[in-house]
């Protein structure tokens, strides 16, 4: 069955930077879009970035525009949020998901356990 | 940008019914999703293009979308149904949105 395993997260100081990656099993994954989400302690769900199957097309969230980075990498079957300039915001549980379907209209189906980002000074 | 607004909160009984709305302008022409997540875990689809339920979940889950109105109910709602509630609607043609979440209490 699908599989998705976040790694990379931990304490990290603001103004620096952080790579996720997200592992996927189970499933083609070159043949699948893949969502960034994330979700600060106590808070809701928030999206953050979303990769075509190809890797072709990206779009980010306004408050992670210029400042983040998903990739993919096809042969490795990994999915990749490379984070920079982190603030204090930024702190949150971070899921990968696959996409279903077409953009717009399509859904994010499966969802890793997520990798916690802390921030601290 | 496009907002998705929720209740932060939905009571019911057990064997009730439950409904949790999800509003935004014109938001039956988008496609809506709905989420649970349970304290600890990950989010789980349990409704997608805004009817369509995802193989496992129970058929008391049901979605409906009409309006600047989306539905989640589930019926005859059960202790283990209490959990965080998410709507998820496309706010352009290539980003996602979330509501604010609704906690569901069974009680």
């Known amino acids: 069955q699908v599989q998705l395993v976040e790694s990379g997260g931990g304490v990290v100081q603001p103004g620096r930077s952080l790579r996720l990656s997200c592992a996927a099993s189970?499933?083609?994954?070159?043949?699948?879009?893949m969502h960034w989400v994330r979700q600060a302690p106590g808070k809701g769900l928030e999206w953050v970035a979303l990769?075509?199957?190809?890797?072709?097309?990206?779009v980010y969230a306004d408050s992670v525009e210029g400042r983040f980075s998903i990739s993919r990498d096809n042969s490795k079957n990994t999915l990749y949020l490379e984070m920079n300039s982190l603030r204090a915001e930024d702190a949150a549980i971070y899921f990968c998901a696959t996409h279903v379907g077409g953009v717009p209209g399509g859904y994010l189906e499966s969802w890793g356990r997520g990798t916690p980002v802390t921030l601290s000074s | 940008s496009y907002e998705v607004t929720q209740p932060p909160s939905v009571s019911v009984s057990p064997g009730q019914t439950a409904s949790i709305t999800c509003s935004g302008d014109?938001?039956?022409?988008?496609?809506v999703c709905w989420f649970q997540q349970k304290p600890g875990q990950s989010p789980v689809l349990v409704i997608y293009?805004?009817?369509k339920r995802p193989s496992g979940i129970p058929e008391r889950f049901s979605g409906s979308s009409s309006g600047n109105t989306a539905t989640l109910t589930i019926s005859g709602t059960q202790a283990m149904d209490e959990a965080d509630y998410y709507c998820q609607a496309w706010d352009s043609s290539t980003s996602v949105v979330f509501g604010g979440g609704t906690k569901l209490t069974v009680l």
């Open positions: 189970g499933f083609t994954f070159r043949n699948y879009g």
């Open positions: 990769i075509w199957y190809d890797g072709g097309k990206k």
């Open positions: 014109k938001l039956g022409d988008r496609s």
């Open positions: 293009q805004d009817i």
